[in-house]
């Protein structure tokens, strides 16, 4: 069965549609009006794998904080539809992931119970455009819609875009084994608890 899912999202603030197929190649469409942010979520999709569409729209004349916020939600709403029961994923998994001087570790345990560790500090106040301080909102948006326990941490670093960037490009890879499913156990449920 495909794990696929589109979901939608429109506030006062943002309009966001997003469709992802799990089980893909990697390719992307991605359009937020937010360059970094849009270099991000395409490092995150063909690092993962994961077929990824975003389109968003938001009150970015304010700030880049709801657009950012809500575009994690709706792609964690998108993994979580699409990963449906979890019967059959591994479930756990970890990447270590060097970028120049930068070396970052994200481990996760894809458990539909949500919570961020995230220990990433930044020297700098924007990348870009982009506040840093919102990369732990989106993270935070993101574990939380898709049911995942997420831990990030940069071991060291100097680099503000290779810290955050060696971020999602770990949450990626590790996001991309803990989903595939278990040769060993393709249909059950991962848990002695018989659900997740």
């Known amino acids: 069965m495909a794990r696929k899912a589109s979901v939608a999202r429109k506030t006062k603030e943002t309009e966001i549609a997003v469709s992802v197929n799990l ?3 990697g390719t992307y469409k991605v359009s937020t009006g937010v360059g970094f942010l ?3 979520l395409e490092n995150f999709s063909k690092h993962s794998l994961i ?3 975003v389109q ?3 009150d970015i004349h304010i700030d880049f904080h709801h657009l950012t916020e809500d575009t994690g939600i709706v792609i964690g709403e998108a993994v979580a539809k699409a990963l449906g029961d979890r019967a059959g994923i591994t479930r756990y998994a970890d990447a270590l992931i060097p970028m120049d001087e930068t070396l970052t570790r994200v481990a996760m345990d894809v ?3 949500p919570y961020l560790i995230w220990k990433v500090n930044f020297t700098k106040p924007k990348l870009g455009d982009m506040d840093t301080e919102l990369f732990k909102e989106w993270f ?3 574990a939380q819609n898709a049911g995942i326990t997420l831990h990030v941490e ?3 670093g100097e680099n503000n875009h290779h810290i955050v960037e060696s971020c999602y490009k770990g949450l990626a890879r590790a996001l991309r084994h803990a989903i595939t499913i278990d040769a060993r156990s393709p249909h059950a449920v991962p848990s002695t608890k018989g659900t997740l």
Do not use: C, P, V, W
């Open 23 to 25: 089980d893909g190649t």
């Open 38 to 40: 849009d270099h991000m």
């Open 51 to 53: 077929d990824l569409e």
């Open 56 to 58: 968003a729209r938001g």
């Open 111 to 113: 458990s539909n119970r």
């Open 140 to 142: 935070q948006a993101f």
């Open 154 to 156: 940069n071991l060291y």
